[in-house]
């Protein structure tokens, strides 16, 4: 789970290969007041229905097969790409007892791909294009991801055992949060990428960070890859 505000994990759970991404829905502390964005993998409404006791929110794309009976409509604004914003109710039983509230879902029709979004959520007081808006910032995620296979490649394991390949896992990502830190406390304009460039070549040297910081041009030594994306501006 990434917190979309600095691009930092909150959560983490490394499971088997046969555990569906729902279930980690189970794991999750959830924080009253939160906004939960999610793509439509994880529409399981007994476990939506725990956000809104909760006191927290979603934002869900929803599937083509989930019964829903409209029971309001409100005004949109057709050209920022809304194209509905409706009160519904679940109307299939068994989703209906477990949502036993009212939902609402916008319709979207992103002007870039031309693709026609639905989302559901839990929150009545946004602003449609709000939703839609916070469901975008999902991409994050992906790009998160990316960074991570890219950057932060686990090329060896030193050992195979469930304990020691998560152990590695952990380590790799721990190695990014403090690096995402370190940036961000000491106002480093260095990209995380070039930071552990730097910190590579420099990890077992005693000297201060900033020190071995000054050490470097980052404007011509340390030229990332024009394909590198910049994902990490705090």
């Known amino acids: 789970m990434l917190d979309l505000h600095g691009s930092i994990p909150t959560f983490i759970h490394i499971p088997n290969g046969k555990v569906h991404d729902v279930n980690v829905l189970d794991e999750i502390a959830i924080e009253a007041g939160a906004f939960y964005v999610m793509d439509r993998g994880y529409i399981d409404f007994e476990r939506l229905y725990r956000f809104t006791l909760s006191s927290a929110f979603f934002v869900v794309r929803t599937k083509s097969n989930v019964l829903l009976e409209r029971r309001y409509s409100r005004p949109v604004d057709r050209t920022t790409g809304l194209r509905s914003d409706h009160t519904v109710i679940l109307t299939s039983r068994s989703s209906a007892t477990a949502y036993p509230d009212a939902l609402r879902r916008v319709t979207y029709c992103d002007p870039e791909t031309g693709k026609r ?118």
Request: glycine share 0%.
């Open 117 to 234: 979004l639905r989302f559901l959520t839990n929150n009545f007081a946004l602003p449609p294009l709000a939703i839609a808006e916070i469901y975008k910032k999902r991409w994050a995620v992906k790009l998160f991801f990316r960074w991570i296979k890219q950057h932060l490649r686990i090329k060896a394991f030193y050992g195979t055992s469930e304990s020691a390949v998560k152990t590695q896992i952990w380590i790799s990502v721990s190695v990014y949060v403090l690096v995402a830190i370190v940036r961000k406390r000491l106002n480093l304009e260095a990209s995380l990428y070039q930071l552990l460039q730097i910190f590579s070549v420099a990890l077992f040297e005693k000297t201060p960070i900033l020190r071995a910081l000054q050490r470097f041009d980052s404007k011509d030594e340390l030229q990332p890859s024009p394909n590198q994306l910049i994902l990490f501006d705090f």
